[in-house]
């Protein structure tokens, strides 16, 4: 039985008040048993991982109906425990200002005719300009908070809401979910201004529509997409019909970008303008033209502020970004859509490291929870370092073996120096008398066999 670190205990012990006493201890043993696991992530061999003190027959009757009934039947909330999880991350982390959110969704690879929710979706990952690949699995809207890594430039998602989309006809579209998910998060910090940030497929009606006027959207639309004069036009004495409601047509996106090339002297409303931009990093020099305008189609009347953004060295395409807020500079909105990236790669992590689409589970209680459950414990990890884990011994050991590749702000880094710290408080020198060395070696021994 593994023990739990005392810096990490402090925080899994305020999210108690989520679970029954019984389901905690479960919930305890399951997130070391998840990070102590160095194979395939099934719940047997997570709960093999807990008990690797004895070796448990797979073909016999295993003492394993706890941890299975942990997600399948076990009384507790995704939506109470990523709350509470929410309310420490801020407090913990001191975020102060707005809260920055991004939504996005992620296709978690499944197969069976008995797997809930199980149906046919986009996967990003496989998926071309020219080429749409579809596969089987879940597909599951996230919504997390945006934290800044110190010194860096970057940020860290933090995975706290969640939604199931349903395959079929009829079923609610992923932008409905994510508005589900942001009235979820708002209503968990009424008093907080809060910007979100979501691709394309989240600019739409179903997403902005009344959308509350603490919140900021930060976007990306199409380069064709139909624009308007915010002014609308006047109506002369006597003509008959309706009073305007807009303006004339404004040229799309991708008119604008031809027009300020075609202006060789500089001067009127399309114009390229040079802005420094921190993004992923790094600052660049981008090349913008922005403007006011209404997009009926998604916000009715509503104005908006249009960038068409450009990269001065031609190592990406133009992308045409806008906000909700009229009054932001263009580089706070160039820097602010650049955050979105950091749910692409907390996706990546999950995957590649959580081992999120490992469970072989296939109910409707494991299937809504136990994905959610992996995201959370991914952000309750990322907490713990970000306050303490960075500023332990083994965080300085771990990192002296780096590669010039990785870094110590990585999932990756932060679940070694986890695993050598749990080893450190399970086996130490107190563990001197011999039934708890051999208990020991066998433990060791069986970790090994369960890595092989």
Not at 102 to 120: I, P
Not at 299 to 328: C, H, S, W
Request: charged share 20%; with cysteine.
């Amino acid at each position: 039985m593994w023990t739990m670190i005392p810096s990490l205990q402090d925080l899994v012990q305020n999210l108690q008040r989520c679970f029954t006493d019984p389901s905690f201890i479960s919930h305890c043993q399951l997130l070391l048993g998840w990070v102590m696991c160095s194979g395939p992530h099934t719940l047997y061999h997570v709960a093999q991982t807990i008990q690797a003190d004895s070796e448990v027959s797979r073909a016999q009757r295993h003492p394993f109906d706890r941890f299975y009934n942990f997600f399948s039947r076990a009384a507790w909330s995704v939506a109470t425990f990523g709350q509470q999880l929410a309310i420490d991350a801020v407090v913990r982390l001191k975020v102060f200002g707005p809260l920055y959110l991004v939504v996005d969704d992620t296709l978690l690879h499944k197969r069976g005719k008995h797997v809930f929710g199980l149906g046919w979706f986009r996967d990003a990952v496989a998926s071309t300009r020219k080429r749409v690949a579809t596969a089987s699995g879940n597909n599951w809207v996230v919504m997390g908070l945006v934290v800044p890594l110190p010194l860096t430039g970057c940020f860290l998602c933090l995975p706290l809401a969640f939604r199931l989309k349903m395959p079929g006809k009829g079923q609610t579209s992923c932008a409905a979910l994510a508005r589900e998910l942001l009235d979820e998060v708002a209503a968990w910090f009424p008093t907080r201004d809060i910007v979100l940030i979501g691709d394309g497929g989240y600019a739409n009606q179903a997403m902005l529509t009344d959308l509350p006027e603490r919140v900021i959207f930060v976007g990306r639309l199409h380069l064709d997409a139909a624009l308007y004069d915010p002014t609308p036009r006047t109506k002369r004495k006597g003509q008959p019909g309706p009073k305007a409601k807009k303006g004339p047509r404004l040229p799309k996106p991708s008119e604008a970008a031809a027009k300020a090339d075609r202006n060789r002297n500089g001067k009127g409303s399309w114009v390229w303008q040079s802005v420094q931009a921190v993004a992923y990093g790094v600052t660049r020099t981008l090349q913008v033209v922005s403007y006011q305008a209404v997009w009926p189609r998604v916000l009715g009347y509503t104005p908006v502020q249009v960038l068409v953004v450009r990269d001065a060295e031609g190592r990406m395409e133009d992308i045409a970004l806008f906000t909700t807020n009229l009054t932001k500079l263009p580089q706070w909105v160039i820097e602010t859509f650049a955050r979105r990236w950091s749910i692409e790669v907390a996706f990546k992590a999950s995957k590649q490291r959580m081992d999120i689409e490992g469970p072989q589970n296939w109910c409707e209680g494991s299937i809504t929870k136990l994905a959610p459950w992996v995201w959370l414990q991914q952000s309750v990890i990322a907490v713990w370092y970000l306050t303490v884990g960075s500023t332990l011994p083994e965080a300085k050991e771990v990192e002296e073996l780096m590669g010039p590749w990785d870094s110590k702000w990585s999932l990756r880094h932060m679940l070694q120096v986890l695993r050598r710290a749990t080893l450190n408080a399970t086996i130490n020198i107190n563990s001197s008398d011999l039934a708890t060395l051999q208990q020991s070696l066998q433990t060791l021994k069986n970790c090994l066999l369960l890595a092989a």
